[in-house]
């Protein structure tokens, strides 16, 4: 039908440009009360006491809750699969306030008003006495702190660490005389999600049922995660997914929604509302793993790699949500990226500290682990004198490979064309060469990076996902998912899916994109860049169902057998050749009004999907380093990928805008800040926080080499995260090549540059007072 | 599994008794606007002119509609299912806003404002210029102005007749001199549903879709509708309908959600609030048709009716709404409740006049029929001094019979043997011997009437309903219907039979009360006692799919048959021995969770039900007369009902008690008066109509007789109306029982009494001057 590789708008265009999408908040009742989270001015220690009178006095406060009301039911927050299987849950360790203080921030008291301004009030009434313990604001401080009989940030974790994960190939090569190394120690900071929705919810108990209005990415996660906080059958929670406005990670954990529902239940029939201020979203909710990462490699001199060490040390923050996953996943991707080496050892360590908890972000692991590889690779490139593209094509992964732990395999690959085009765009050979000898205040360099990406989380954890479809009276289907829209444009490509495997037109299938668990088909949700692939089979097999369903009542109808006919369009067709036999309207009324024989017709089905496949790509990047302020200057940005078959280029072009800034930022100019003894993050909003603004954006140039994956429904790969994971280590690469200067801390701020290259003697002067 | 006839508590007795429950209002968004609609202030007529100006003047409001802006789009406005033969259709004959005045409170404009004092602001700003035309508030007034050439209130009916049916049997005996004949003129007056909560919507438009809020009986058929009235694909409007606090009828009729909608498209991203005041229900929805009903029966001296002649005027108001199906139901159950006679006429027309538009209301046609009917077969078993109740044992319908025009057949049949309890339970031959000569100022006497009742639309409509069950982690089920829950205890009983069905408890079964017609399976919603019945099939045939998906899955599991296992309340168990196999709740996690089969277990079915079955009941009832004062006292009150097997017993005696309430308020008290000139409601208030107050009402005594309805899923029939049937006809037999008074309009309130008594010389003075 040509549904797929349309580049059709967006189905919630319209909405979303002209504003009247409705949003959590827009949706949020009159008369609803307002809730406000009191957050511990401590990283950690305990809350002694805690004093709400007074709060409790202010005119419209209706009630405060601390961490000494809250239910003792332990729960995990993570927007994992639930599994049967108790080794393979996310670790269960947070209340919903906590007297025990781990962060800076952290949830211990909540004040419910019937308004803003009463809240706050209220929150500046309550007074807590704590007692401190020392803070640790790193990994090494946390393992230290632990080591000298510290208390630990959790009982069950006496040396604060989360977890850890060991992989060792072959024997470390013990003459190393012949070979050339690389070693690094690479540094990933903390960034937050700066999604533009912020964290928000708003729920209710009618009878025994909680409803959680929230913007979240996985409904359906929500609604157990809410269950098991509350200690209540899950059946009895209600989520509903409203439009979102971003999430990219953050909303794939179970935030606010746990306190919110439990706050419904202390006020039974009170509407309750908690929207998160961006102040608290940059310290309450979740971050990005800061990790650091030692790589070595050692490769003979014709750059074939021959052994390689990893070792990272991941920096969980208070409590566990993702937890090590992160750390696990890089080492994984450390392991695909290039072929088998005589010898691979790796290592990684994820350790509670006394920061924000990270979570899940665009990437989950792979920007720091591709930021350390590709910095490492280029750094031996430079060490073997060789062009780094060719040292890459010489190791990278090729159709075939097979991961030795997880049995991922590489069922198609459009690298090699990425590299060849990236070259070809950005005019590679001609300019390493013009670059390579520089000097003065003003600097060009090229460079670049690659990556492959896992398609959803098969065989980590369960994949799985339902859909199902509805024929209107007027002849077009409701898509019905518990997969989400989450402003990455999923509800139209589900809908080219739907369309090209029941037959109708994409502009005739109305995607449901309003989730609520009580009838949604369950799908675990958006993340993991698994929806196109994981959803996309349930879709796929539904639609064909109900393609089915409509020939066959159609079959009833016109005395005709199914088997002669199918859908096209807005009709049944003859099989043989393309002749209307009815339209679907028509089709439609009879099914629903028919005297004869009424049926409404709708199809659902589950996929288990039992099957992952890598997508790839790479970013090549042009930049003019202004030496003495220590700026980089974007020239060009390209971004390659190979995401499988495309299902509507256009948005995947949108995706690749996404991350490409996303990862701009991530190189350039974010981190988030914590003091050293406090632990209080020092830059937790968007004026001090360096989010990279249109202004700091250069053209972001995407291209596509299309592969059809055997695998994939429609021959569809990952597309959501891989845009954020190459730019970064390119901007490094461009620089390194640029000035000579290894920088292998992110971001690529001015302060580190000069720095930097002061101490590799390019600048004169005294000490940076910036 | 006993699930069918246990008096559990309803599902959602909690959520009202405690006031958590969600209604429409409560859920409507903050700074949602509010519009308030402009009526008219004649009867009949033309708006000429209407000056906006001032109204758009006033802070706060943001828009003025008028009759000149809407869509010249003429929709219907009963909610009855579809047809695809434009001769079913409902006379679609108003628009949003009407230039063409009908009746005083028509809507002629509407004010959008910012809040309720500006939009009311803005209401009295407006300037309307009418050229009024001459008044019709009763059918004679209507048809005369007609027949002397006046306007007619809709083009298409010159004469003002919206509907005429007639019907004849047999020959009419030529010789009546050995029959005995009773003859009347039996008047019904218009009242009101007096639902607790108003019509109230708000709706809002994003992208192409607009969604209405309702408290509606029918959000399917809303949705149609609204898609007509505006001209949009059906499929572009979605409807949600929250808990609702009665209906009674009213909201079975698309009242304002077009208007609603169409405010929302105009005002798109704006979420527009819609809610009636008691004095606009009264003037602006929905009334009960007043009809007048000429009857004459002849009956042999042994009481068996020879010719029975029925001719009823029914009074449409100013919009079709339901039309004339309702005087013609009156024809059919008048044709059926008695066995054939020799000869049988009948007619009915229903006429246009210009007073608000009559549509459902809780019997539809049958309380005025019935009136009629009962207090004629009183006259006649006085004329022919008999005991009522032997006549009507004499000749009323036994098993077997067969309507001739609707085909609908007397499949069980309970009467008998409600009357011989009723018989016992007032102590009628005692009572009625006792009172039988009285005189003074008290006088008591017993009356009693009975009726039939059909269950369902079905052969007249289409009768379909669909039925979706989703199995939840924890082991329970939803149930998701477009079937509605409307105060009623729907939603308890479609658990129950949803459990009986696929062996689940009642508890375990979750109903999804908040009907969203993007993914709510179809059903056309809660009228015509259909529910239980048309909604039972489709819920019984879903369940055993359900469960046999249930049993099927844990097969698998467990390595058995699926024919030897059945659900058993938690478990699936042995079908032999009934040993658990495996709870369901293990069942549900390992069909979510598993890694090896996962499957979200679901099933939905549509049933088209072809079948109809009557049910049956009685009233008897004591009263005591205040002659000076011809208040009427209730002593004792018995309704005795044949609704086949009862699903929750509990949950039937409350509907009885509904009923018998409602019919109450129609026999005694209950009125609406328009001024005769103006025809402007004089009384549109709950003060000034008399409602009957807790204070009015006996103690109400509800008696069943169980049948097994072959034809009923699980043995049942219609309950949701009968109950509101028999009363106000026992009630004016018992007054002439008591007095010898025939009193043939209803209500039988004191005016009317005090005149008829002094009229027949019961009481002695001048006028009477209340």
Redesign the interface.
């Known amino acids: 039908m040509g549904e797929i590789g349309r580049s059709i708008p967006r ?5 979303k440009v ?5 949003y959590t908040e ?7 009360l307002t809730a406000k989270i009191y957050h511990a001015a401590i990283a950690n220690g305990w809350v002694e006491r805690i004093d709400i009178d007074d709060a409790l006095a202010v005119p419209g406060v209706e009630a405060v809750f601390t961490c000494m009301d809250v239910p003792q039911l332990p729960f995990a927050t993570a927007g994992h ?4 299987d108790p080794g393979h849950r996310d670790v269960a360790d947070r209340l919903l306030l906590n007297r025990r203080v781990r962060c800076y921030g952290d949830d211990i008291a909540v004040v419910v008003a019937t308004d803003e301004v009463a809240a706050d009030r209220g929150l500046r009434a309550i007074r807590v006495e704590y007692r401190e313990e020392p803070v640790a604001v790193t990994p090494e401080q946390a393992m230290e702190m632990a080591a000298q009989g510290g208390e630990p940030l959790h009982e069950a974790y006496a040396d604060n660490i989360l977890g850890r994960s060991q992989y060792q190939e072959g024997e470390w090569p013990a003459d190393t005389e012949e070979l050339t190394a690389a070693k690094g120690s690479y540094v990933c900071q903390a960034v937050q999600h700066c999604h533009l929705e912020s964290a928000v919810s708003f729920a ?6 909680i409803t959680v209005v929230s913007s979240t990415q996985i409904p359906h996660i929500v609604r ?1 995660v809410v ?1 098991q906080a509350l200690g209540l ?3 009895r929670i209600r989520v509903i997914k409203p439009y979102i406005g971003g999430g990219f990670g953050n909303k794939q954990d179970v935030l606010t929604e746990p306190l919110n529902a439990w706050l419904a239940q202390k006020l ?2 009170r ?1 309750v509302k908690l929207c998160l201020s961006r102040e608290e979203v940059f310290s309450a909710t979740r971050i990005r793993h800061p990790i650091t990462i030692d790589i070595e490699t050692l490769a003979d001199q014709q750059g074939n790699l021959v052994a390689r060490s990893y070792n990272a040390v991941s920096c969980q923050g208070a409590y566990a949500s993702h937890g090590h996953g992160i750390a696990a996943n890089g080492m994984t991707a450390f392991r695909d990226m290039y072929r088998q080496s005589q010898a691979l050892r790796q290592q990684a360590l994820t350790v509670y500290c006394n920061v924000p908890a990270a979570g899940a972000m665009r990437g989950y692991g792979i920007p720091q682990e591709t930021f350390a590889t590709e910095a490492n690779m280029d750094d031996l490139a430079l060490a073997l004198a060789m062009d780094p593209l060719e040292l890459r094509r010489k190791n990278m992964m090729l159709p075939g490979f097979k991961d030795p732990v997880t049995g991922i395999t590489c069922h198609s690959s459009g690298l090699e064309e990425c590299l060849r085009k990236g070259e070809a765009l950005i005019d590679w050979q001609a300019k390493r060469q013009a670059y390579a000898k520089q000097s003065g205040p003003l600097r060009r360099g090229v460079g670049m990076a690659l990556f492959c990406y896992k398609t959803g989380v098969y065989p980590l954890s ?1 994949e ?1 996902s ?1 859909a ?1 479809m ?1 024929l ?3 002849g ?1 289907a ?1 898509l ?1 998912l518990g997969a989400t829209e989450i402003g990455q444009g999923g509800d139209t490509v589900f809908a080219q899916m739907a369309a090209e495997a029941c037959g109708m037109r994409t502009e005739d299938i ?1 995607v ?1 994109s ?1 989730q ?1 668990t ?5 799908d675990s949700g958006a993340y993991a860049s698994r929806q196109t692939y994981v959803t996309g089979m349930a879709i796929q097999k539904t639609a064909r169902l109900f393609g089915e369903r409509l020939t066959g009542y159609a079959a009833g109808l016109c005395g005709m057998a199914p088997e002669n006919l199918r859908v096209q369009g807005q009709h049944v067709v003859k099989q043989e050749d393309g002749q209307p036999v009815i339209s679907l309207e028509e089709l439609a ?2 099914a ?4 004869e ?4 017709i ?1 199809a ?1 089905t ?1 996929n ?1 999907c039992r099957s992952n496949t890598f997508a790839f790509g790479c970013s090549f990047v042009e930049i003019q380093v202004d030496m003495p302020l220590g700026q980089i200057r974007v020239l060009q940005a390209i971004n390659l990928h190979d995401s499988g078959k495309l299902i509507n280029p256009a948005l995947a072009e949108a995706q690749v805008h996404g991350g490409m800034s996303m990862a701009l930022g991530y190189g350039l100019s974010e981190r988030m800040i914590f003091h050293p003894q406090s632990g209080k993050l020092l830059n937790g909003n968007l004026l001090d926080y360096k989010l990279a603004t249109a202004l700091d954006t250069p053209d972001l140039q995407a291209v596509f080499v299309e592969t059809q994956d055997p695998t994939g429904p429609f021959g569809n790969k990952a597309l959501g995260e891989p845009p954020a994971l190459s730019l970064a280590p390119a901007l490094r690469n461009a620089l390194l090549h640029a000035t000579g200067v290894k920088i292998n801390s992110l971001p690529l701020e001015p302060q580190r540059l000069t720095a930097a290259f002061r101490e590799a003697g390019l600048l004169e002067g005294g000490e940076d007072h910036v």
């Open positions: 189905v919630d265009a319209k909405d002209c504003g009247t999408a409705k827009d949706l949020c009742p009159a008369y609803a699969p639930w599994s049967t209710w108990q009618e009878g025994e049922k157990r269950g059958p899950w059946s039974p029939g509407t369960l799985t339902s199902r509805v209107n009276q007027d077009s409701q019905h109305r449901v309003f609520d009580d009838v949604a088909p369950y009324q009879e629903f009004y028919s005297l024989n009424s049926v409404h709708s659902q589950t288990h």
